[in-house]
């Protein structure tokens, strides 16, 4: 299978940890995204990288996140010092054109 | 970013056409219309994705209307295995997807 892949699928801390998680995109694809979705609601946007160079992040993603690219290939999102509204499903995708390919998501739950 | 109306929820029964709808009145000239779908505990899916002209592919069809201010996404037979939520969203090339809370499809068998 070459799609997205994410690790791990799920993920459970306490408060005040930090966590770490990991996309693989498809090969070759350039554009890599990080969306957050909680219960009910529709994936919301984090951030973006085209390459290693991340050229978006919404004001969601506080100074509690970190997202790196290192060449471009897989990306790693973390979370320091965790919060219980940070419980949700973290989702990666890649693209090379105009289709966004999702991975089957992170879900992250806060104690 | 432009917004996009669509109902919560929707029903279908298994084998027939479904057809959800998706309003967006206040779509620039250069907003592509998507369409992405979500089966429980996935993530989204790509179903298809015009700008004026009607679109199909082997999933389904999109038809636009001429003013483009509304576009409905058609599954022509129904299975319980599009069971999901579908999401209609306004987006520049290769920018970001802005989801809303989309529409809730459920099959009837």
């Known amino acids: 299978d070459t799609g997205v892949s994410q690790n791990p699928r799920h993920k459970i801390t306490k408060r005040g940890q930090n966590v770490t998680f990991r996309c693989d995109p498809i090969s070759e694809h350039n554009r890599l995204y990080w969306y957050r979705q909680t219960l009910g609601q529709g994936p919301e946007f984090l951030t973006y990288f085209q390459n290693e160079a991340q050229l978006e992040k919404s004001r969601l993603l506080s100074d509690r996140f970190s997202a790196e690219r290192p060449k471009g290939s897989f990306s790693t999102l973390e979370i320091q010092r965790t919060e219980q509204g940070d419980s949700a499903m973290y989702l990666c995708?890649?693209?090379?054109?105009?289709?966004?390919?999702f991975g089957p998501g992170t879900r992250l739950t806060v104690l | 970013d432009a917004k996009t109306t669509q109902p919560n929820s929707m029903e279908s029964n298994e084998e027939e056409p479904v057809h959800l709808p998706c309003n967006h009145s206040?779509?620039?000239?250069?907003?592509?219309i998507h369409w992405y779908r979500q089966l429980p505990s996935q993530g989204p899916e790509y179903v298809i994705h015009?700008?004026?002209s009607n679109v199909n592919n082997r999933m389904a069809s999109l038809a636009i209307a001429e003013d483009r201010k509304s576009s409905t996404l058609i599954l022509h037979r129904a299975t319980l295995r599009d069971a999901a939520v579908y999401y209609c969203i306004l987006r520049l090339p290769n920018e970001k997807l802005t989801f809303g809370t989309g529409t809730r499809l459920t099959i009837i068998p």
């Open positions: 206040t779509i620039s000239g250069t907003d592509y």
């Open positions: 995708a890649s693209s090379l054109l105009e289709t966004q390919y």
């Open positions: 015009g700008l004026t």
